[in-house]
């Protein structure tokens, strides 16, 4: 009974092993480590060119620990003689498989458009009557540092959009680092008389109703 008993310990014990190198085997050469693709963008990613201008697009390079991996560009082809924003999408994949992608816009600006500044300091009509500073920052493309208008704005409200004609806007999705962020049924009124300008848009992000935002120029 002793030498059977010790017979059956040994076994027991040496299983756990036998288990540990069959796992050691079915993962041998697999990556327990992965890079993921790191991407550099020469230029801006928000672009704006004037009808009728050229863009060149700069390109996307992406790296995975330091070596060049390939980039797969995909989305809008930028026509410049049609106002509107436009977006470009450049994706790279690592040896596990594991993919990323990061974006650029380019808005093609018409020319009442481009000759307009909407700068200023806008306040919220309704809620916490939180103020939007709007800046133009190229042709046609402007920042706003409070998007829903909440009490006090910052980086984590803070977007880029367009005017591209008339006085249609566009805030296409973008993640500003903190949140995605877009608005749409997005307008803007110029001053007429003693009515201040005005802009009205929908935020798209979890944080924010359904219901459009009007904001009156200070």
Same mark, same amino acid.
């Given at each position: 009974?002793?030498?059977n008993?010790?017979?059956?310990?040994?076994?027991?014990?040496?299983?756990?092993?036998?288990?540990?190198?069959?796992?050691?085997?079915? %993962?041998?050469?697999?990556?327990?480590?992965?890079?993921?693709?790191?991407?550099?963008?020469?230029?801006?990613?928000?672009?704006s &060119?004037? $009808?009728?201008?050229?863009?060149?697009?700069?390109?996307?390079?992406?790296?995975?620990?330091?070596?060049?991996i390939?980039?797969?560009?995909?989305? *809008? &082809?930028v026509?410049? /003689?049609?106002?509107?924003?436009?977006?470009?999408? =450049?994706? @790279?994949?690592?040896?596990?498989g594991?993919?990323? /992608? %990061?974006k650029r816009?380019?808005g093609v600006?018409?020319?009442? @458009? @481009?000759?307009?500044?909407? /700068?200023?300091?806008?306040?919220?009509?309704?809620?916490v009557?939180?103020?939007?500073k $709007?800046?133009?920052?190229?042709?046609?493309l402007?920042t706003? *540092?409070?998007v829903?208008? &909440?009490? $006090?704005?910052?980086?984590?409200? /803070?977007?880029?959009?367009?005017?591209?004609?008339?006085? #249609?806007?566009?805030?296409p999705?973008?993640?500003?680092?903190?949140? &995605?962020?877009?608005v749409t049924?997005?307008? =803007?009124s110029?001053?007429?008389?003693? %009515?201040?300008?005005?802009?009205?848009?929908?935020?798209?992000?979890?944080?924010?109703?359904?219901?459009? #935002?009007?904001? $009156?120029?200070?």
């Amino acid at each position: 009974m002793k030498k059977n008993s010790l017979k059956y310990f040994f076994l027991l014990f040496a299983l756990p092993f036998l288990f540990s190198c069959e796992r050691d085997l079915e %993962t041998e050469g697999i990556s327990r480590i992965t890079n993921y693709p790191v991407f550099d963008m020469p230029g801006e990613q928000f672009m704006s &060119v004037p $009808v009728g201008g050229t863009f060149n697009d700069p390109g996307v390079t992406a790296t995975e620990g330091g070596a060049s991996i390939p980039v797969t560009k995909t989305g *809008d &082809v930028v026509d410049t /003689s049609t106002p509107g924003v436009y977006v470009m999408t =450049y994706t @790279a994949t690592n040896k596990d498989g594991y993919s990323a /992608s %990061t974006k650029r816009y380019v808005g093609v600006i018409a020319p009442d @458009a @481009a000759a307009a500044d909407l /700068s200023g300091n806008y306040k919220r009509n309704a809620g916490v009557f939180g103020v939007s500073k $709007v800046t133009k920052v190229g042709v046609g493309l402007y920042t706003t *540092d409070n998007v829903g208008g &909440v009490a $006090v704005g910052g980086p984590a409200t /803070s977007i880029f959009f367009y005017n591209p004609t008339g006085n #249609r806007l566009v805030g296409p999705e973008q993640n500003n680092g903190t949140g &995605v962020f877009a608005v749409t049924n997005a307008t =803007y009124s110029p001053a007429a008389g003693t %009515t201040p300008a005005s802009y009205t848009w929908t935020v798209i992000n979890p944080g924010y109703g359904a219901a459009p #935002r009007t904001f $009156v120029k200070q």
